[in-house]
């Protein structure tokens, strides 16, 4: 595996320091095997950092907040890198994780394959 850019490493660090509300939110419901499965945030792959990523099943977790509005185009070229390395993504606004933190934690089991 190639090395990891440092300067990703550090700016990975600090967005794991400011993250969005969603962010923060899935967090709590993520951490310490949550869902049965250990998910790290803020993940440098590649040349791009994932919010989340849970390795054992090869998932990508993105939270996109209002800034993603205007990087649709950025996200599809991302998606298409991680899906040709294997990974599944999954992609949800910031506000669904807000107001349907359940919803959004059930797709993650279904798409994980995981007993509810």
């Given at each position: 595996?190639?090395?990891?850019?440092?300067?990703?490493?550090?700016?990975?660090?600090?967005?794991?320091k400011d993250p969005t509300k969603g962010e923060?939110?899935?967090?709590?419901?993520?951490?310490?095997?949550?869902?049965?499965?250990?998910f790290r945030r803020q993940v440098p792959i590649?040349?791009?950092?994932?919010?989340?990523?849970?390795?054992?099943?090869?998932?990508?977790?993105?939270?996109?907040?209002?800034?993603?509005?205007?990087?649709?185009?950025?996200?599809?070229?991302?998606?298409?890198?991680?899906?040709?390395?294997?990974?599944?993504?999954?992609?949800?606004?910031?506000?669904?994780?807000?107001?349907?933190?359940?919803?959004?934690?059930?797709?993650?089991r279904t798409t994980l394959g995981l007993e509810?």
């Amino acid at each position: 595996m190639p090395k990891q850019d440092p300067e990703l490493t550090v700016f990975a660090r600090d967005m794991r320091k400011d993250p969005t509300k969603g962010e923060n939110e899935l967090w709590w419901s993520l951490r310490g095997r949550g869902l049965g499965v250990k998910f790290r945030r803020q993940v440098p792959i590649g040349t791009y950092i994932a919010d989340f990523a849970c390795f054992s099943h090869r998932t990508i977790l993105e939270v996109d907040g209002v800034t993603h509005d205007f990087q649709e185009i950025n996200d599809q070229r991302r998606d298409r890198w991680f899906r040709s390395k294997g990974w599944t993504v999954i992609r949800g606004w910031d506000d669904d994780v807000l107001e349907n933190r359940d919803g959004v934690l059930e797709l993650i089991r279904t798409t994980l394959g995981l007993e509810p």
